[in-house]
């Protein structure tokens, strides 16, 4: 498929500055699926403690990071994390790259990280569905990013 860089979202993140192109961003791909890794390591062991704010938190940062390894993997660079998510639909989802539920599950996660980190509401449902799905997206960003 070809390039068609212009979904309204994105041109509109592109236009206010939170998300641009970014000519280091390819070397940096690896790094953010080790900072993936990494979170998704500590919200297994969050979770595995029973702490599910900080599992629910780390599980959302392991997502955000899988995200942000595909979209520099496109030499971009988001200043917001909506505009990651929207980046990841124009460039993953439109190509046919990307399931469209793994990036719905990364909005979840972000509304539920939010509400763990300034609402102290969470549960351990929550952090486990979130567990699932963090793993299921650094799967499929490495897959894409082979």
């Known amino acids: 498929m070809g390039k068609r860089i212009g979904g ?27 900072s993936s890794k990494a979170d998704l390591k ?31 993997s496109k030499g971009y660079r988001e200043r917001s994390h909506y505009c990651l998510i929207v980046a990841l639909k124009e460039l993953f989802i439109a190509e046919g790259l990307l399931k469209e539920t793994l990036v719905e599950a990364l909005q979840t996660a972000k509304t539920l990280r939010e509400n763990a980190d300034y609402e102290n509401e969470f549960s351990k449902v929550s952090a486990q569905a979130l567990l699932h799905k963090a793993r299921e997206l650094l799967k499929q960003a490495e897959i894409i990013l082979k």
């Open 8 to 34: 309204s979202r994105f041109r509109e993140c592109l236009d206010k500055g939170k998300l641009r192109k970014f000519s280091a961003a390819k070397g940096l791909v690896f790094k953010e699926l080790k």
């Open 42 to 72: 500590a919200a297994v062991e969050s979770c595995d403690n029973k702490n599910y704010k900080w599992s629910t938190i780390q599980a959302y940062y392991s997502m955000f990071h899988a995200g942000r390894a595909l979209i520099y």
